[in-house]
């Protein structure tokens, strides 16, 4: 049995929006979702912008519920949040009034670890994210890559099976962010967590997945799933070397092919959207 | 209403003194020249020359608008420019605060006024925070009773005055329970909003990590607001004194409010003037401890 099971799954909103209130549409973000993810798998999705990405990793995290079908992790049906899966967000959400070690151990506070322990155990996990020396600053004190790396301390501190993370490099510079890619591998890897990864970049989810799961524009399904497997990996390539490779070209232009039509049906729909 | 509007008309003119008198001491810090070098003897190695240079200058510019003001209330009754009468020099002012101090009248006043308005605005906070917090949580409450808030807010405390006197009587309970009334809205609509206004991301990783709404609320609503909910509290501080000093002046047996008035009529006007002086005195100290008291909970705030 697969860790993460997406059996025909459907999410659909009521319309806020005004212009339609006449027909009291209802908005279909996710249309059918079927995909299944193995314990300690790393998968990536990608689609392009309005795709229903975010709501699969709500739904994942048991912050809404499907309106059909459904979602079984170990088996189990989510029904709501869970400390078994952790989720990192694109804009850090770290507590400004915390310092970075603060943070982490809010992560354990949800837990019954107890308070000694907790500032042990947060400080292990700001070691493990390369942040040594900075647990007394604050949020404002530390760059968007040091955030971002608390607030995957953070996520990972409290040991779910399962980590949710929404975007979480897209608001950081190109090196950041790449250094970032790697650090998270090597995380991945050390942890054996299982990871679902949600991306509107192409090269990052080539970079970073075992397997890719691209996404139609609206509503969103899952067009196709490519496994990644870049052999000059295996000989210890990372950063330019597995990137300029030509495997690596290989499967950025399978995806961006999958993607091209969907990211121009997407630019359609915005287009007659606004123009309403 | 009709009947009660020469009072409040008679309070608001006798409002005047102390409200122009107000922000002329408040936009500078309230204790100035004296207590800044005192620092400095402290750690005299450290502090090079052009450090204590400019901590002086920093002390002279920040009193140097007050020291003017006093100058020029001792000067110009004595130049006749103002009659003395109406408007005696500062030096006769501080000789009649003195003179009341001495004889236990200043203490018994101010002793009526801060119990009135520390109790009014203490009530005010321990009410008002956790009710907001419970009305900003649940929005359609809030989308509810926000118009009404809003009129409560804007209706201005005094004009209420004679209702309150009409329902309470002249006594401290209809005094202290203005205060409450003046002090409770700006907390309330503060705290709303704070709650309102948290970032909703941190909400999203609260509820992502299964806190219970208690949890949710002591962890995350709770100090987020902190900073706005204090900004409420501020205003609310300032408010507590300006209400309860117009209470005072329409019926009361003690206060600085009393005391002002009474000083009037009985044309001693130094003395008008020394509670007038001691108002503004409790005023900026209060706003001070305030603002103190703020920074201290909110240093994580970034620095803008």
């Known amino acids: 049995m697969a860790k993460i099971v997406f059996d025909s799954v459907t999410k659909s909103f009521p319309t806020k929006d005004r212009k339609n209130r006449r027909g009291r549409e209802e908005f279909t973000a996710l ?8 314990a300690g798998e790393f998968v990536v999705v990608v689609g392009p912008s309005g795709c229903g990405k975010s709501t699969l990793l709500d739904l994942l995290g048991g912050l809404t519920r499907p309106t059909s079908g459904r979602i079984l992790l170990d088996g189990r049906p989510v029904t709501g949040p869970g400390l ?17 070690l603060g943070n982490i151990e809010f992560g354990l506070e949800a837990t019954g670890v107890p308070r000694r322990e907790r500032t042990d155990r947060a400080r292990e996990f700001l070691d493990l994210v390369g942040l040594t020396g900075f ?6 004190e530390l760059s968007g890559g040091m955030r971002q790396r608390v607030a995957i301390a953070r996520s990972l501190a409290y040991d779910p099976d ?26 991945w890897q050390r942890t054996g967590k299982t990871v679902v990864f949600i991306t509107h970049g192409i090269e990052e989810a080539v970079y970073l997945g075992q397997r890719v799961a691209v996404m139609t524009s609206r509503p969103g399904r899952v067009k196709e799933v490519v496994p990644v497997s870049l052999g000059t990996r295996g000989a210890g390539a990372t950063g330019e070397d597995l990137r300029s490779s030509p495997e690596f070209a290989r499967y950025r232009h399978e995806i961006w092919t999958l993607l091209h039509d969907e990211v121009a049906r997407a630019q359609q729909l915005e287009k007659e959207e606004a123009s309403v | 209403m009709s009947t009660g509007t020469d009072t409040t008309v008679a309070a608001l003119a006798g409002l005047a003194p102390p ?15 004296p207590a800044k070098p005192t620092p400095v003897p402290a750690a005299p190695r450290a502090v090079s020359v052009g450090r204590l240079g400019r901590l002086l200058r920093a002390a002279g510019l920040r009193s140097a608008a007050i020291l003017a003001l006093l100058a ?8 006749g420019l103002v009659d003395a009468t109406f408007l005696p020099p500062v030096s006769e002012v501080a000789e009649a605060w003195w003179e009341l101090l001495a004889d236990g009248q200043l203490g018994e006043h101010t002793g009526a006024s801060l119990i009135r308005s520390f109790g009014g605005f203490g009530i005010a906070v321990v009410v008002a925070v956790p009710l907001g917090l419970l009305i900003g949580w649940y929005r359609p409450v809030a989308a509810l009773l926000g118009p009404l808030l809003e009129v409560f807010r804007n209706t201005a405390a005094l004009a209420l005055l004679p209702v309150f006197v009409l329902l309470l009587g002249i006594g401290e309970t209809s005094k202290v329970s ?3 009334y003046a002090c ?15 970032d909703p991301t941190l909400v999203k990783l609260a509820r992502s990590m299964d806190l219970s709404t208690p949890r949710l609320f002591q962890k995350v609503i709770l100090p987020a607001s902190v900073p706005a909910i204090f900004t409420g509290i501020r205003l609310a501080g300032a408010v507590s004194i300006l209400v309860l000093v117009a209470a005072e002046m329409i019926g009361a047996k003690a206060g600085l409010g009393y005391l002002i008035n009474a000083s009037q009529y009985n044309f001693a006007i130094p003395q008008m003037y020394a509670g007038i002086v001691t108002i503004s005195a409790i005023g900026v100290a209060f706003n001070q401890l305030l603002v103190t008291i703020e920074r201290r909970l909110s240093l994580w705030r970034v620095p803008a």
């Not at chain 1, 078994?84 to 970075?100: C, M, N």
């Not at chain 2, 001491?25 to 309230?30: E, S």
């Not at chain 2, 409770?184 to 948290?198: D, E, F, K, Q, R």
């Open chain 1, 31 to 38: 249309d059918g979702i079927d995909l299944e993810i193995e």
């Open chain 1, 84 to 100: 078994d899966r952790g989720i990192v967000f694109q804009q850090y959400a770290l507590l400004p009034w915390r310092t970075a």
């Open chain 1, 135 to 140: 647990g007394d600053r604050h949020p404002h």
């Open chain 1, 162 to 187: 399962v980590l949710l993370m929404d975007e979480p490099f897209a608001a950081l510079d190109a090196q950041t962010r790449e250094s970032l890619q790697d650090e998270l591998r090597r995380i």
């Open chain 2, 19 to 33: 409200v122009d008198e107000a922000p002329a001491v408040r936009k500078t810090a309230p204790a100035p020249a």
């Open chain 2, 72 to 79: 020029l209330w001792e000067t110009a009754p004595r130049l």
């Open chain 2, 178 to 180: 203005i205060v409450v």
């Open chain 2, 184 to 198: 409770v809205w700006p907390i309330l609509l503060n705290t709303i909003s704070a709650v309102g206004n948290a």
